[in-house]
């Protein structure tokens, strides 16, 4: 395989085997964005000059027997939200041109760990969207089809890994914005627990429903990610200083319980999502998993994904009051806030109700199970230019609501064609335990396949 399309964890091994240096990593992924990102537009900037000076201390320190950890010398790019010290954070706007001064805390746990950060990525205006048909910076393509989305809002996120540009990212989920791209593009994404990897330094949409996490192409490179990235901040508001993970469980498929929902909850999928989430189910039970239905109090999936949109607008038009009153936003990103600014208080009331109500109901339902299975989004990746599915974030914004961890992961499509997307949502803290049953469901023919078919696409 390429080395520029080997997974975070193969190109550890040979940076520490001192078969790969840094500076020649970073220099393939520098020459790789230069020759396709014109087409691709993943990027919205490119930090050349200091990833080269990263990579190069890297590789002086693995000389000195001095290596940071398996991330020391790995090229990493951020979502456009999160701020990286020396470029603008813009949140994919006009608006905000200002250079920031500091990193973001995750950003600086990545660097502290030796990650070379190599630029910041494109994405849906705002956050506020799945497709990253950028009107500032770009229309994102997806690599696996040219004129078709890679999703949103961390269209970039997953496209700069689906091109081989870079192996790792950082993006942001409110109701499903790193595994929605992540399921369009073949990926892993994880979306962690609220409050374990701190958001500070990341340009709101929705202070309740934010997240930051990582895309990849492994379980294991998620496992780097979140290690890296997580732990109390005491400036954030939401980060928790309790170490709530239990201690970690190995165990087998064949030991393990996941709840499906009744099958109205499923029912306006694509016939092929359904179809191939019919065949991963299969390939968990006959390796001795137990899938049991399971019904979700409270949780009608277009209403609930309603009300989060709803609270989204309100709360980015509070976090985004200067550039409303101001330029660099598009008229329909300024409707959307617009909208939520002048939503009437009984109608935000509710939809905080709803999250509530909906939060308590999925905690009482992954109650001795090892996850909820679904799929990640009811649809494909479609063509840029079409409408917009409505019902993208479906599946996707329950965990976001109840702030539980989930993981999405690619498998094979029964046509053969565009990657089906399948998330494992768990309880509170169990985001480690998420990333072993990744590892276990890797080795599952549809995830292998997929497997096979992608490197097809390098």
């Given at each position: 395989?390429?080395?520029?399309?080997?997974?975070?964890?193969?190109?550890?091994?040979?940076?520490?085997?001192?078969?790969?240096?840094?500076?020649?990593?970073?220099?393939?992924?520098l020459?790789?964005?230069?020759?396709?990102?014109?087409?691709?537009?993943?990027?919205?900037?490119?930090?050349?000059?200091?990833a080269?000076?990263?990579?190069?201390?890297?590789?002086?320190?693995?000389?000195?027997?001095?290596?940071?950890?398996?991330?020391?010398?790995?090229?990493?790019?951020?979502?456009?939200?999160?701020?990286?010290?020396?470029?603008?954070?813009?949140?994919?706007?006009?608006?905000?041109?200002?250079?920031?001064?500091?990193?973001?805390?995750?950003?600086?746990?990545?660097?502290?760990?030796?990650?070379?950060?190599?630029?910041?990525?494109?994405?849906?205006?705002?956050?506020?969207?799945?497709?990253?048909?950028?009107?500032?910076?770009?229309?994102?393509?997806?690599?696996?089809?040219?004129?078709?989305?890679?999703?949103?809002?961390?269209?970039?996120?997953?496209?700069?890994?689906?091109?081989?540009?870079v192996?790792?990212?950082l993006?942001?989920?409110?109701?499903?914005?790193?595994?929605?791209?992540?399921?369009?593009?073949?990926?892993?994404?994880?979306?962690?627990?609220?409050g374990?990897?701190?958001?500070?330094?990341?340009?709101?949409?929705?202070?309740?429903l934010?997240?930051?996490?990582?895309?990849?192409?492994?379980?294991?490179?998620?496992?780097?990610?979140?290690?890296?990235?997580?732990?109390?901040?005491?400036?954030?508001?939401?980060?928790?200083?309790?170490?709530?993970?239990?201690?970690?469980?190995?165990?087998?498929?064949?030991?393990?319980?996941?709840?499906?929902?009744?099958?109205?909850?499923?029912?306006?999928?694509?016939?092929?999502?359904?179809?191939?989430?019919?065949?991963?189910?299969?390939?968990?039970?006959?390796?001795?998993?137990?899938?049991?239905?399971?019904?979700?109090e409270?949780?009608?999936?277009?209403?609930?994904?309603?009300?989060?949109?709803?609270?989204?607008?309100?709360?980015?038009?509070?976090?985004?009051?200067?550039a409303?009153?101001?330029?660099?936003l598009?008229?329909?990103?300024?409707?959307?806030?617009?909208?939520?600014?002048?939503?009437?208080s009984?109608?935000?009331?509710l939809?905080?109700?709803?999250?509530?109500?909906?939060?308590?109901?999925?905690?009482?339902?992954?109650?001795?199970?090892?996850g909820?299975?679904l799929?990640?989004?009811?649809?494909?990746?479609?063509?840029?230019?079409?409408?917009?599915?409505?019902?993208?974030?479906?599946?996707?914004?329950?965990?976001?609501?109840?702030?539980?961890?989930?993981?999405?992961?690619?498998?094979?499509?029964?046509?053969?064609?565009?990657?089906?997307?399948?998330?494992?949502?768990?309880?509170?803290?169990?985001?480690?335990?998420?990333?072993?049953?990744?590892?276990?469901?890797?080795?599952?023919?549809?995830?292998?396949?997929w497997?096979?078919?992608?490197?097809?696409?390098?």
């Amino acid at each position: 395989m390429n080395t520029i399309f080997q997974d975070a964890s193969t190109l550890a091994n040979a940076l520490a085997a001192g078969n790969l240096t840094s500076v020649a990593l970073t220099e393939k992924v520098l020459a790789k964005i230069a020759a396709t990102d014109n087409d691709i537009r993943a990027f919205i900037s490119i930090m050349g000059e200091s990833a080269r000076t990263d990579a190069a201390a890297s590789d002086a320190r693995r000389l000195a027997g001095q290596s940071l950890g398996p991330l020391d010398g790995i090229p990493v790019a951020v979502k456009d939200n999160i701020a990286v010290a020396g470029v603008p954070t813009t949140s994919g706007t006009a608006a905000f041109p200002q250079v920031a001064k500091v990193d973001a805390v995750t950003v600086a746990r990545l660097r502290a760990a030796g990650a070379v950060i190599i630029g910041t990525l494109n994405m849906h205006e705002g956050a506020l969207g799945s497709s990253t048909d950028n009107p500032h910076w770009g229309r994102c393509q997806n690599p696996l089809r040219v004129g078709f989305t890679p999703g949103g809002s961390s269209g970039g996120s997953a496209a700069a890994i689906a091109g081989g540009m870079v192996p790792l990212t950082l993006g942001t989920d409110t109701m499903g914005s790193v595994r929605i791209p992540a399921a369009y593009c073949g990926l892993w994404a994880l979306k962690p627990t609220k409050g374990r990897i701190p958001v500070t330094g990341l340009s709101h949409l929705s202070w309740t429903l934010d997240s930051i996490g990582p895309l990849a192409r492994s379980p294991s490179d998620l496992g780097l990610m979140l290690l890296a990235t997580e732990g109390f901040d005491p400036y954030d508001p939401i980060s928790n200083a309790l170490t709530m993970q239990k201690p970690l469980m190995h165990k087998a498929l064949s030991d393990m319980t996941f709840g499906v929902p009744d099958a109205a909850a499923l029912a306006e999928c694509e016939s092929v999502v359904t179809e191939s989430f019919a065949r991963i189910a299969a390939a968990l039970q006959q390796a001795g998993a137990k899938l049991l239905p399971i019904k979700i109090e409270g949780w009608f999936p277009g209403a609930l994904r309603r009300a989060g949109l709803l609270i989204s607008e309100v709360e980015g038009a509070v976090g985004m009051e200067s550039a409303l009153d101001g330029v660099g936003l598009s008229d329909d990103f300024r409707a959307m806030l617009d909208y939520g600014r002048q939503a009437k208080s009984s109608r935000v009331a509710l939809a905080y109700r709803q999250l509530q109500q909906l939060a308590v109901g999925f905690n009482n339902a992954v109650a001795g199970l090892d996850g909820i299975l679904l799929p990640t989004t009811p649809q494909r990746a479609f063509a840029h230019g079409s409408i917009a599915p409505a019902s993208q974030a479906d599946f996707t914004a329950l965990a976001n609501i109840a702030g539980a961890p989930a993981l999405s992961l690619p498998i094979a499509a029964v046509d053969g064609g565009l990657p089906v997307g399948v998330q494992i949502i768990g309880g509170l803290w169990q985001d480690l335990e998420l990333i072993e049953i990744g590892k276990l469901m890797a080795d599952l023919q549809p995830v292998r396949e997929w497997a096979k078919q992608m490197e097809g696409h390098e």
